[in-house]
């Protein structure tokens, strides 16, 4: 490409941890029960975009890193017209936009494929925050740009998805959200001792990919069938995020474990494929070596499991999970960059 570069954005957002209240976060799953808490809680696992604006209109060039893979168009009309299952992100934000000149998007993600990090929710931020930037077009507020976010997943994904994971994209820190008839309410809660998170924080990745949206999917359709089990499991967890929030508003770190049990618990009752054998061989192993619970990450079915430590056992519960070829991330909590 011979074209010059006048401007450039570079734009990282954090994904997450998700501590109680998944699933209860689709619309209109939560109304069902007059409203829901969610809580999750920023990580230092990153998306990144780079977006450079050329100085002739007409030709994107888009790059995924992840895929190592890159397409060049001679046209935005072009672009859009491409059937490549791999570039569709790309071509639904672009058609969101419809930019007037040409550019370059670069695109990677740290986080694993499928690892319940909210890693697509937090790549289509970064998106959404580059060409808010190039565009000198930003978003009323963080609600507006988490409302445009999760339409344009669902188009995505064609299939019904939640929107929690995008407010620790946009926003960093631990985010206490709040669903009612009224809409969402966004609490940022960015406490004083994230070291004590820290401490008691291991990410864990079992190695295999899931589906969150089949997952969470499989849940909506038995809730509107008001299918006894799950509106059961669905009203337990509504419960325990009520006390998680109130634990993590009083920084009560130590009886976290006991809301992560009864979490793991209630959740494995929602579809038989929220959990796996590498989920339960991860709970046996981590358990045995002093673990104190572990959280499934995202909708379940593999990805990424958080197991909560106590302190002095960290290093124990770390070398048993990778002594049985388990990938320990190097993931801390990632404070709020919002005033």
Not at 105 to 122: D, M, Q
Not at 199 to 208: A, D, I, M, Q, S
Not at 243 to 260: C, H, I, N, P, Q
Request: net charge neutral; aromatic share 10%.
């Amino acid at each position: 490409m011979s074209e010059s570069i006048t401007s450039t954005y570079s734009i990282k957002s954090p994904t997450r941890v998700d501590l109680a209240g998944g699933t209860l976060d689709m619309w209109p799953l939560y109304n069902f029960f007059g409203g829901a808490k969610t809580v999750n809680i920023a990580i230092d696992i990153f998306t990144s975009v780079e977006l450079q604006i050329l100085g002739q209109a007409g030709t994107i060039e888009l790059e995924s890193l992840d895929l190592k893979k890159k397409k060049f168009y001679l046209s935005y009309e072009k672009a859009i017209q491409d059937t490549d299952p791999d570039f569709v992100l790309y071509r639904i934000v672009l058609e969101y936009f419809k930019p007037s000149f040409g550019l370059k998007i670069k695109t990677s993600s740290e986080s694993p494929v499928g690892g319940g990090l909210g890693g697509s929710s937090s790549l289509m931020v970064s998106l959404l925050k580059a060409f808010s930037q190039a565009l000198f077009k930003p978003f009323a507020s963080v609600h507006q740009l988490v409302e445009v976010a999760h339409n344009l997943e669902a188009q995505l994904l064609l299939t019904p998805t939640g929107t929690q994971d995008y407010y620790p994209a946009v926003s960093g820190g631990i985010n206490l959200l709040e669903y009612t008839a009224s809409g969402i309410k966004q609490n940022l809660f960015n406490h004083k001792n994230l070291h004590e998170i820290e401490e008691r924080f291991l990410l864990v990745y079992t190695g295999r990919s899931h589906h969150s949206g089949m997952n969470n999917f499989e849940v909506l359709q038995k809730a509107v069938a008001r299918e006894s089990k799950t509106i059961r499991a669905l009203s337990s967890l509504r419960l325990v995020a009520e006390e998680m929030t109130a634990k993590v508003r009083a920084g009560l770190w130590k009886d976290l474990s006991e809301l992560f049990r009864r979490e793991y618990e209630f959740r494995v009752q929602l579809a038989p494929a929220i959990s796996s054998p590498e989920i339960e061989n991860l709970h046996r192993i981590a358990m045995g070596a002093g673990a104190e619970a572990l959280k499934i990450c995202g909708a379940g079915g593999g990805g990424c499991v958080l197991i909560w430590c106590p302190p002095e056992k960290k290093q124990q519960i770390t070398d048993a999970c990778m002594q049985n070829d388990f990938q320990v991330m190097k993931a801390k909590p990632y404070p709020s960059y919002l005033k």
